[in-house]
């Protein structure tokens, strides 16, 4: 690429379960150059490493495929951006092979796709543990040996570098598994602009454009305090416009609902941000104090100041584990007296479990409508003699599967055996659904560095290769 010019990155997914049209949108009207999908959220990939133990094949993001096919024409004339994803999940393999017959049944055998793997770590945790290396817990400092054995996934966030050598190697589209967010970006700029991992700077500047568009829509609106007026319906994904010497401005593709102002651009440069001085990635510590915002066009915000004090020595690690499971159920409550019912229904159901000899670990039972998800003070719990229904939801969790199993079973004999004045209820008996705990760590990067490995093969010859 033209080294001096400015290029358009547009991230379409901001979460496993976005919209499923925005990537087909935004390249349709956003003149990119490259197009990011983030997938990847911390429950996510426990998700798939859960799918990926029931089926080899799996355990990736499946919604990436629905994607590709909707670029199918775009790429077909040649019109599509390079595509760089995290989509990859815990296996980035059988993601590529699944894409792989997406193109070559479309024409498209020629287009290059390249993974980045090396992110899944659990293979070596029990030597590390072993060496010394206690993956402490962010929080209260213990060692992650406590819960080893109910362990389902431990991934490092990579970050831009394995991205950059996958389209310096010719890849069209770049599938990775646990990359940090901000790298999507910051691969595809150090790759166009030439960079360095050094240049730290312009990697700032670049870093705080990833930050800022990892999660969609929320930068264009989405989410937004100020979303009356705005359109959302047809909201626009959001396009970082990126300069050869680290400018930045925000933007979407004209047209479409939402807006890019200094305050959704704010709002969004704050979102899970700990210490502002010191936003730990893995290609830089991004320090945001002194970061400028300017409205400079409708719809259209630069951003200046990003800074990058030090590169930490670290990568973060998303671990999960097994913690038991949970369950919840709801029902409406009708009547004058809807909030004492919903009092009564309450203690019966879990009596009845009680009286069956089973004890629940944790419960929380909630009357929604009556402000009970709104803070104390906000309550409008003081106007309940005007209420008329009441929405009772008991949410339990526990390591006793049949506890659990039993308070599911209590719900539907309520039709009968409880007061007048029961229904809607969610199904007759809820499912039991496994928890998992989220184990935030650090690792040296010199630990993981060298098993990360980039794959770059023509759509055929990953068919052609299968998953191994």
Known sequence: MNATSTIRIGNGCGFYGDQLDAPRDLVRDGRLDFLT????????????????????????ARDFLYVLETLVDALQRGEAPRIVTNAGGMNAQACAQAASEILCRNGLSHLRIGIVTGDDIMASIDGWLEAGEALEHLDHGRSLAEVRSQLVSANAYLGASPIVEALREGAD?????????????????????GWEADDLDRLAQATLAGHLIECGAQVTGGYTTDWEGMSLADVGYPIAEL?????????KPPGTGGAVTVQTVTEQLLYEVGDPSAYLTPDLALDLSQVKL?????DTVAVSGARAPFVPDRYKVSAAYRAGYQTAGQLVVYGRDCLRKAD?????????VRRAGFELDRICVE?????????RERSNVSQASELR????????AGRDRAALERFSREWAPLVTSGPAGLGGYTTARQPIRPVYAFWPTTVPKALVDPHVSVAVRSADEWRSEGVQ
């Open 294 to 298: 300017e409205q400079i066009a409708p």
């Open 37 to 60: 999908l983030e997938y990847l959220a911390e429950l996510t990939l426990s998700i798939l490493a859960r799918q990926r133990e029931k089926d080899s094949s799996q355990g990736y």
């Open 367 to 375: 009357k929604l409508g009556t402000g009970a998800s709104a803070p």
């Open 243 to 251: 300069g050869p010497e680290g400018q930045v401005a925000i933007t």
């Open 389 to 396: 229904e009441v929405v009772l939801r008991i949410a339990v």
């Open 344 to 352: 009564a229904v309450a203690s019966i159901l879990l009596e009845r």
């Open 173 to 193: 589209i770049v599938i990775t598994g646990r990359v940090a967010d901000a790298s999507l970006t910051v691969g595809p700029a150090r790759y166009a602009f």
